[in-house]
């Protein structure tokens, strides 16, 4: 059993950053590769970014590459996600979630195979 406990978020302005950090804890967080996703109102859930299991690979949605920067610190069982450049249109709330598999997409059957969900942050960008 693992447990994902995401803070972070907030309310700032387009253009503005901010870091989200996500903090495992219970037994083998070490197996599972981290991620995060979002979810927009009246929209389905979107995966943002994913790391490793060593922290040494990550792969990006397209709508944040460039701008957003995932990492990973295993000592601290702690995933973090630098979000530079916001625009409104990163308005959502983010879940962090725990994979066996280092995926590079997540159709709404793969969204099913995430086995632990944190209970997510909002972070709302105004123009």
């Known amino acids: 059993q693992v447990q994902l406990v995401e803070s972070g978020g907030g309310s700032v302005q387009a253009g503005d950053s901010l870091r989200l950090s996500c903090t495992a804890s219970?037994?083998?967080?070490?197996?599972?590769?981290l991620a995060w996703f979002r979810q927009a109102p009246g929209k389905g859930r979107e995966f943002v970014a994913i790391v490793s299991r060593s922290g040494g690979n990550s792969y990006y949605a397209d709508p944040v590459k460039g701008r957003f920067t995932i990492s990973r610190d295993n000592a601290k069982n702690t995933v973090y996600l630098q979000m530079n450049s916001l625009t409104p249109e990163d308005t959502a709330v983010y879940y962090c979630g725990a994979d066996r598999s280092y995926r590079l997409r997540y159709s709404n059957e793969e969204l099913n195979e995430v086995e632990f969900w944190g209970q997510g942050t909002q972070v709302s960008v105004s123009s």
């Open positions: 219970g037994n083998n967080v070490w197996q599972y590769a």
